[in-house]
């Protein structure tokens, strides 16, 4: 019961990624192709609410589950690791045609082969825990 709130946030989240055609994989084609400006609209007021909102809980001071402030987790550790976060999460994300975002929604929108993508996301993750002590942070 103490989770039921991000359960209904999550079920926001995959009727609003429906409803804008944000899981369309013919309009994330046509965004790696540059054939339509919608998934671009999309990100772009995405990354913007991210900025606003992310200076809004700085501002407020607002912390983490665990109690910790947001202003401390956030931090300036160099431009590289986003980069190659980025680039990894490009590449994945035109191989399979999903972002991590919908990819539970996809499976609900009935189709199943995305069972696979969020399998193998899952192992990626994990991958990511066993070697993460050993990366650069």
């Given at each position: 019961?103490?989770?039921?709130?991000?359960?209904?946030?999550?079920?926001?989240?995959?009727?609003?990624?429906?409803?804008?055609?944000?899981?369309?994989?013919?309009?994330?084609?046509?965004?790696?192709?540059?054939?339509?400006?919608?998934?671009?609209?999309?990100?772009?007021?995405?990354?913007?609410?991210?900025?606003?909102?992310?200076?809004?809980?700085?501002?407020?001071?607002?912390?983490?589950?665990?109690?910790?402030?947001?202003?401390?987790k956030?931090?300036?550790?160099?431009?590289?690791?986003?980069?190659?976060?980025?680039?990894?999460?490009?590449?994945?994300?035109?191989?399979?045609?999903?972002?991590?975002?919908?990819?539970?929604?996809?499976?609900?929108?009935?189709?199943?082969?995305?069972?696979?993508?969020?399998?193998?996301?899952?192992?990626?993750?994990?991958?990511?825990?066993?070697?993460?002590?050993?990366?650069?942070h």
């Amino acid at each position: 019961m103490k989770f039921i709130k991000y359960l209904l946030i999550g079920v926001l989240f995959g009727v609003t990624m429906t409803k804008s055609e944000v899981i369309s994989w013919y309009r994330i084609q046509e965004m790696f192709r540059f054939q339509s400006f919608h998934m671009y609209g999309v990100i772009g007021s995405a990354v913007g609410i991210g900025v606003v909102m992310t200076f809004l809980m700085k501002r407020f001071r607002f912390q983490t589950l665990e109690g910790v402030s947001i202003k401390e987790k956030i931090s300036e550790k160099g431009v590289y690791r986003y980069l190659f976060g980025g680039i990894v999460f490009g590449l994945g994300w035109a191989l399979t045609g999903a972002c991590p975002g919908p990819m539970y929604t996809l499976i609900g929108a009935e189709m199943p082969v995305f069972i696979v993508v969020v399998a193998s996301a899952v192992v990626g993750a994990f991958a990511y825990g066993v070697v993460r002590s050993k990366l650069p942070h």
